[in-house]
């Protein structure tokens, strides 16, 4: 099989307050979410009064969480390795890599011992490293349900980065692996820790402007195949659809605060510079919603497209511009700018899941969300290749309503 990971290229006293607890988070943890910002203030939906007991004592006896990247492409090394130094309730102790020249690079750069080292023939050995507790699978698509799958056989909680597998059926084989081994198991969706996003989410679902008549998503760029595997329909399943119109999907799902009835859909033309041979180079699609409402989404591999998410509702409008990326993201309504710090979103989003470990709760980003826009994007493809409306009525319903409550 081809192995395609790295193609993209003294403590507290458990006796303290839990008041002394959130004050020192807030520089912590706050920290962490503003960045280079500075300490400006409370930001919606991600004080340190989220996190649950257990993780007040574990951060307070200075213990964390040890965290396995499955795969060191781009996304680990510029995003995820980086986060995991601001992290903390995890940190980065093990890698599992194809690419033996990239192992002693990292055991240096992030201080990694021998015996947390793997590569893809060793993987399953890990279940006998009482020192790994969570997997996060870095892979091309038609990795993630079986390095999954191994993980949590391997008694591992996981993170799978998104879209969570090549079809329905994986997804589902990967959300019974999780109950049958008893571990947590989540999707990479950080924009769900993103405070911007969580205020579209708040905007749209409790209607503060009004009923949403029409939604708008666009992602897009130029592709250069600096990362070939995105257009392999084998390890890819698909092109920018699965890759940037995952965030459309997610983008006005979570902001309308409910399921598409149906969508209609048309694949873009395709340049002639031989990129395309197998998956498409764009799709427009249309999300119908049972209110009447609608969402109209594009996303691309042949064009820069905005990068935007916006709501037109009854009173008002509110967006996101730009909306997806790692940072910068900003935010505007009818009343003016959200005036919202940028966060270190995977920091975010990984000390989430250690905390969910640590309290024994549930994750916003379940695998059954994963599972959800894995149907719902196979339904833009059944609508862009017959030309026909589709319906999703049987899509898994699962919103997450975490900053509308």
């Given at each position: 099989m081809k192995t395609y990971d790295d193609i993209s290229s003294s403590s507290a006293s458990a006796s303290a307050s839990r008041r002394d607890f959130l004050r020192h988070a807030s520089l912590g943890l706050g920290g962490i979410l503003l960045g280079t910002s500075g300490l400006a203030g409370s930001l919606t939906g991600l004080e340190a009064s989220s996190f649950g007991p257990a993780s007040l004592e574990a951060w307070q006896a200075g213990k964390q969480?040890?965290?396995?990247?499955?795969?060191?492409?781009?996304?680990?090394?510029g995003q995820l390795a980086p986060a995991l130094q601001e992290t903390k309730l995890c940190r980065l102790a093990g890698i599992v890599t194809g690419s033996p020249e990239k192992v002693p690079v990292w055991k240096a750069k992030y201080n990694i011992p021998d015996k947390n080292v793997y590569d893809y023939k060793s993987f399953d050995r890990i279940i006998d490293n009482?020192?790994?507790?969570?997997?996060?699978?870095?892979?091309?698509?038609?990795?993630?349900?079986?390095?999954?799958?191994?993980?949590?056989?391997?008694?591992?909680?996981?993170?799978?980065?998104?879209p969570m597998a090549m079809t329905p059926t994986e997804c589902r084989q990967m959300i019974d692996a999780a109950k049958k081994a008893g571990k947590k198991f989540s999707i990479g969706y950080r924009l769900h820790f993103e405070p911007?996003?969580?205020?579209?989410?708040?905007?749209?679902?409790?209607?503060?402007?009004?009923?949403?008549?029409?939604?708008?998503?666009?992602?897009?760029?130029?592709?250069?195949?600096?990362?070939?595997?995105?257009?392999?329909?084998?390890?890819?399943?698909?092109?920018?659809?699965?890759?940037?119109?995952?965030?459309?999907?997610?983008?006005?799902?979570y902001t309308k605060g409910q399921i598409p009835a149906s969508v209609t859909a048309k694949f873009t033309p395709k340049p002639n510079n031989g990129l395309f041979k197998e998956v498409e180079a764009g799709v427009n699609w249309q999300f119908q919603f049972a209110d009447g409402s609608v969402a109209d989404c594009r996303t691309s591999?042949?064009?820069?497209?905005?990068?935007?998410?916006?709501?037109?509702?009854?009173?008002?409008?509110?967006?996101?511009?730009?909306?997806?990326?790692?940072?910068?993201?900003?935010?505007?309504?009818?009343?003016?700018?959200?005036?919202?710090?940028?966060?270190?979103?995977?920091?975010?989003?990984?000390?989430?899941?250690?905390?969910?470990?640590?309290?024994?709760?549930?994750?916003?980003?379940?695998?059954?969300?994963?599972?959800?826009?894995v149907q719902l994007m196979a339904a833009i493809y059944r609508a862009a290749e017959t030309g026909q409306k589709?319906?999703?009525?049987?899509?898994?319903?699962?919103?997450?309503?975490?900053n509308s409550r």
């Open positions: 969480l040890n965290v396995a990247l499955v795969g060191l492409g781009k996304y680990s090394t009482p020192d790994i507790d969570i997997v996060y699978v870095v892979l091309p698509i038609a990795m993630h349900a079986e390095y999954t799958i191994r993980a949590l056989q391997a008694g591992k909680h996981v993170i799978c980065e998104k911007h996003n969580m205020e579209m989410m708040r905007l749209g679902q409790k209607e503060i402007y009004g009923p949403i008549k029409r939604l708008v998503a666009d992602n897009g760029y130029v592709f250069n195949n600096d990362t070939p595997w995105r257009v392999d329909k084998e390890l890819a399943g698909g092109g920018p659809l699965v890759d940037l119109g995952i965030y459309c999907v997610q983008g006005v799902v591999y042949a064009e820069s497209l905005p990068n935007r998410l916006q709501a037109e509702a009854a009173k008002g409008k509110f967006e996101l511009s730009p909306a997806f990326g790692y940072g910068g993201i900003k935010g505007t309504t009818s009343k003016g700018p959200m005036n919202i710090q940028n966060v270190n979103q995977q920091a975010l989003q990984m000390d989430n899941f250690a905390d969910c470990i640590l309290n024994n709760k549930p994750t916003r980003v379940p695998g059954e969300m994963g599972l959800r826009d589709v319906s999703t009525k049987d899509v898994q319903n699962i919103i997450d309503r975490t």
